[in-house]
């Protein structure tokens, strides 16, 4: 294994100065945001509830796993399609009944977390080797990506003001603008689409001005335990439950890819330690948490990957730090607005870096987990993640993936989780596995562990 002397110096947050730790967070927090608000932006869930679920299932997270994981969980995607459902009679499913069986789904996490602490890491590991997670790793990046070039086209000059502070400051930086270029990105991005378009300019101020400073994220008529009175519609909540629990095991595929892709980009075996059990467990009761006060599913997210990647520090300290943020934040529908009116294209830009990022990721497992491409079951099962995972996302509509029906009720499936079922299963059922989870340090879950100077 090399121990050649890496290029890029990594950062410890304990040695930074408080101010370069705030300023840290804030990257991490302002990273989360596009996607995060997109969620309740598309299914009409709150947004101020989002911020504090997003907070406080990353702190739960946290707990959970020990305080190791440099993660933080912002909405899920996988679970776009649990909103907006029609029952068989053409009803349509209310978000409160939709946020309970995304509570249930939740709870499907631990039933896997049970089987690693049952069975063992190796014996559940041995499905998901660097051949299938190093190339979902880069499919999660490659299916973001034509979100962030939609974003960015809406306004291309202000996309690449964000694009290029990023690089120049990642690049060129010195001290503490090298490690939050994100930041320093969306800033300048915002204050120039502000200055050179009235539109935007009058929106935000618009958006701010209506909003109140003070406001609480969580109304219980919009919480998934609201649904329990006297007008309980039992039938309604059983198919909800039956339609949408079954979407947890894509959302638990994606979580295994990022925990690997976060492993990875911090040289640490978080799959071993604290487990992926443990992992799993947070990030499955975060989710639970959040769809029951009303809020989104949870999920690790790839975009504070990115950060992690970009800034070079590692400590999960930092990103409980945006957690807090998050959490403060959501008690202002002033500073929600702001979000909320945030240009597109400020957001797409630095998007686009990070979804790059994460890609890059997965490349550079594959490459440093030596993944013999010469064996022909090798080649057809990344083959197939890829080309599963881009082709179905953009070459069937907005559908995105596959669509069918379960009682007369609509259940879609989205191309990457669709990509990462095809690539477990290939891997499964071909001839000619040369892996084995502790054979080599290297090798275990697509990271290296080997130790690095600086």
């Known amino acids: 294994m090399s121990n050649s002397k890496k290029t890029d110096a990594v950062y410890d947050a304990k040695k930074l100065g408080k101010p370069q730790v705030f300023v840290l967070g804030l990257q991490h927090l302002f990273a989360m945001f596009g996607a995060t608000v997109l969620v309740p932006a598309i299914t009409g869930l709150n947004v101020s509830t989002t911020l504090l679920c997003a907070g406080l299932g990353t ?8 305080m190791k994981i440099p993660a933080f969980l912002g909405s899920s995607f996988a679970f776009l399609g649990a909103y907006g459902l029609i029952t068989a009679s053409g009803q349509e499913i209310p978000l409160t009944y939709s946020s309970f069986g995304v509570a249930v789904a939740g709870l499907m996490y631990l039933v896997l977390a049970l089987f690693f602490k049952i069975f063992g890491t190796s014996k559940v590991m041995r499905f998901f080797p660097p051949i299938v997670t190093g190339p979902v790793i880069i499919a999660i990046g490659l299916t973001l990506s034509g979100t962030a070039i939609q974003s960015c086209s809406a306004n291309w000059p202000v996309a690449l003001v964000a694009i290029a502070v990023v690089v120049i400051c990642n690049i ?3 001290g503490m603008i090298k490690i939050v270029p994100i930041l320093l990105g969306v800033i300048a991005s915002y204050l120039f689409a502000v ?3 009235p539109a935007a300019r009058s929106s935000v101020s618009a958006a701010v001005a209506e909003a109140k400073w003070f406001g609480l994220p969580v109304i219980w008529d919009n919480t998934a335990l ?6 309980l519609d039992v039938s309604m909540l059983i198919t909800a439950i039956i339609t949408i629990a079954p979407i947890s095991l894509a959302a638990i595929v994606e979580h295994v890819g990022d925990v690997c892709a976060i492993s990875s980009t911090v040289n640490k075996n978080f799959v071993a330690n604290p487990g992926l059990h443990r992992s799993l467990m947070g990030d499955g009761l975060a989710t639970t948490m959040s769809a029951l006060l009303g809020g989104p599913a949870n999920t690790t997210y790839g975009e504070n990957t990115g950060v992690l990647a970009l800034s070079r520090v590692y400590d999960p300290m930092v990103v409980r730090l945006a957690a807090l943020f998050a959490v403060a934040l959501s008690f202002c529908p002033k500073f929600a607005a702001l979000i909320v009116a945030m240009p597109a294209a400020t957001m797409g830009g ?3 870096v990070l979804y790059g990022m994460i890609s890059a990721v997965g490349v550079r497992n594959v490459v440093e987990n030596q993944v013999d491409f010469t064996k022909s079951r090798n080649v057809l099962i990344a083959a197939l ?7 179905m996302k953009y070459g069937t509509g907005d ?3 596959v669509a069918f029906k379960v009682g007369g009720v609509n259940i879609q499936m989205s191309s990457l989780a669709i990509a990462a079922i095809v690539g477990i299963v290939m891997n499964a059922i071909l001839p000619g596995k040369d892996y084995t989870f502790g054979a080599n340090e290297q090798g275990d879950t697509s990271v290296n562990f080997g130790s690095r100077q600086d």
Do not use: N, Q
């Open 59 to 66: 702190l739960l997270f946290h707990l959970i796993t020990g």
């Open 172 to 174: 060129w930086g010195k």
């Open 195 to 197: 200055a050179i378009d």
């Open 226 to 231: 609201s649904i329990f009175g006297k007008d």
């Open 350 to 352: 630095v998007s686009l």
């Open 385 to 391: 993640i890829l080309v599963i995972a881009i082709g």
């Open 399 to 401: 559908i995105g993936g």
